[in-house]
């Protein structure tokens, strides 16, 4: 499975972006699907997360009512969409995805098995 993120880029604080991620090869091990982030100087931090399983979202608690995580089965992507962005939520983004072979009933929505590249998003005026 390999994963391809886009649609960062630079925007000025309150501005929108919409993130994309691609999976692509055997898309039929995919399961859940989530979005981490990771500052510098800071450790990576899960921001969204959406189940195969039940389309259940999560988010953390910095980014809830701003962003929103959806999936197109039929394109093989799940967008992050991200509004009123904030100079804070400057970081690469990284979308990641769970393998059916590691699942199990309770396991975190955000425990994952493929990466993609990160894609650099910059919220400076």
């Known amino acids: 499975v ?4 886009s649609g960062g880029g630079k925007v000025q604080p309150g ?22 982030r990771q500052a510098p100087g800071k450790e990576r931090e899960g921001v969204s997360c959406i189940r195969e399983t ?13 962003f929103t995580i959806a999936r197109d ?17 400057t970081a690469v983004y990284y979308c990641a995805a769970q393998a059916w072979g590691s699942w199990s009933p309770g396991i975190s929505c955000y425990q994952s ?13």
């Open 73 to 89: 089965k039929a394109k093989n992507t799940v967008y992050l969409q991200m509004n009123s962005l904030k100079p804070e939520d």
């Open 54 to 66: 039940d389309s259940s979202t999560y988010y953390a608690d910095s980014v809830k009512s701003r």
């Open 113 to 125: 098995d493929f990466w993609g590249q990160g894609t650099q998003v910059t919220v400076s005026s």
């Open 15 to 36: 501005g929108s972006l919409r993130l994309s991620c691609v999976a692509s090869g055997d898309t039929a091990e995919v399961t859940n699907v989530a979005w981490f």
């Open 2 to 5: 390999q994963l391809q993120a």
